[in-house]
């Protein structure tokens, strides 16, 4: 059996434990209390520590999932999080204004801590921002001659979120591939 360590970084507010609960399907563990930071994000609760949850794929292969705290204030936590990490993903919230700033933030993050890492970048909350500029994303969407994918996602829907997963795991069996055959 493989496991695959997944990560889910992005800022406050952008649907990282939605994720992690939506693909899990209830088995999850969090850490969230409730929220001071309303200027940070205007919502009940944020993550302290971490969420995780594992998943059994019908493969036979099993996720391992992490999300992340977003609020800056716990950035030391992300490379902790980061190492021996197999996927990554960055989510993205359509919402803010400041979205592509902040995108190359978390791009400038990976490049650090996860270069060689296999990553996607999910765009959550589209339905309330549809005018969102997904080319955008796409065209910063990278570093060296890395290419990351860009999908729209709801991440509060469990198949959307699976699809998302797919698209990381695809990901990483091209890095597989090139990595034996150079
Ligand atoms: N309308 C809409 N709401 C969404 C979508 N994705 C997530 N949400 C909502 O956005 C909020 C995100 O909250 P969290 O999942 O706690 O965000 P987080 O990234 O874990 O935040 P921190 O832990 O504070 O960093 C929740 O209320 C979700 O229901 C989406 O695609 N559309
Ligand atoms: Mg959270």
Known sequence: MREHKIVVL?????????????????????TDVHN??????????????????????????RLRL???????RFDFIWPIL??????????????????????QGYLGVLREHATQ????IGVSRM????????????TVAGWDDRLLPVMPLDAR???????LMDVL???METRDLVLAHG
Request: proline residues 4%; hydrophobic residues 40%.
């Open 117 to 120: 890492v296999p990553a996607v």
């Open 82 to 103: 980061l190492k021996g990490a197999s996927g990554v993903v960055l989510l993205l919230d359509a919402t803010r204004h400041t979205a592509v700033e902040e995108l």
């Open 127 to 138: 339905d309330l921002a549809p005018d969102f500029d997904l080319d955008s994303c796409a």
């Open 10 to 30: 992005g800022g406050m507010g952008c649907g990282k434990s939605t994720l992690v609960r939506a693909i899990a399907a209830g088995a999850v563990v969090d």
């Open 36 to 61: 001071s930071d309303r200027a940070g994000a205007d919502k009940a609760s944020t993550t302290v520590a971490m969420d995780y949850a594992d998943i059994d794929l019908p493969n036979g292969d």
């Open 66 to 72: 992490y999300g992340t705290p977003g609020q800056q």
């Open 157 to 163: 829907e469990r198949e959307q979120g699976l699809f």
């Open 169 to 171: 795991m695809s990901e």
